[in-house]
């Protein structure tokens, strides 16, 4: 009798694990994979703005194509929603071990006029050093925006601070600059991972 209840409860914890897989397949790979709200974003070849690295270098999209991209955008006076973003990205560049390196991962500040180039740098150091840091002159930053079709906002409080809303979720690209996926504030990483793969297949089937 016992012996059969142990079964029965193999069995079932057997299939709940199933369904996990399942679900996880679904919404990784599947049909139930989730695309972003509204327009998808633009390839990164049909995009053209004009940023500064947190190294001092002129970037844009042209700098990325060739390697699959995960971005991101946020500033360094976030309160909570970006340091949990990019500790959550440094999670998963971890995770991936040295395929990260083979990876374009971009944090695009929304708040030019606080973040310079040196806050940037100071700020990315604190997170995985595969993270690098973009800003620039805020009109090319609204280009950036508009090319991933995100959205932003300077919210100024009676004491006349301020703060920034925008678009929460990090946009994946493959090496051809085509876009891929999202993933979700706060997304498990048993699926982020798996999504950030899915963006870098393309180039490694490709590869020689």
């Not at 194509?65 to 955008?73: E, K, L, N, T």
């Not at 090319?147 to 300077?154: Q, V």
């Not at 870098?200 to 490709?206: A, D, F």
Request: glycine fraction near 10%.
């Amino acid at each position: 009798m016992r012996r059969r209840s142990a079964l029965g409860y193999g069995a079932a914890a057997f299939g709940a694990i199933g369904l996990t897989l399942l679900l996880g397949w679904w919404r990784v790979d599947g049909p139930g994979a989730p695309e972003p709200m509204g327009q998808r974003p633009l390839p990164l070849t049909a995009m053209d703005f004009r940023l500064t690295d947190h190294k001092g270098q002129p970037v844009g999209p042209y700098t990325l194509v060739g390697r699959p991209s995960m971005i991101f955008f946020g500033f360094t006076y976030c309160p909570d929603v970006c340091p949990t973003t990019l500790s959550d990205i440094s999670s998963w560049l971890d995770m991936m071990g040295e395929d990260a390196e083979r990876l374009n991962t971009i944090f695009i500040t929304v708040d030019p006029e606080r973040d310079t180039v040196d806050a940037m740098a100071e700020y990315v150091g604190y997170f995985h050093s595969a993270i690098r840091g973009w800003t620039g002159p805020e009109a090319q930053i609204k280009r950036a925006i508009e090319g991933l079709r995100a959205t932003y906002e300077k919210v100024t409080g009676e004491d006349g601070r301020y703060t920034m809303n925008h678009t929460a979720k990090v946009f994946l690209f493959d090496a051809e600059g085509r876009f891929v996926s999202t993933i979700d504030y706060h997304e498990p990483r048993e699926f982020a991972v798996p999504k950030i793969r899915r963006a870098m297949k393309v180039r490694l089937e490709g590869a020689t």
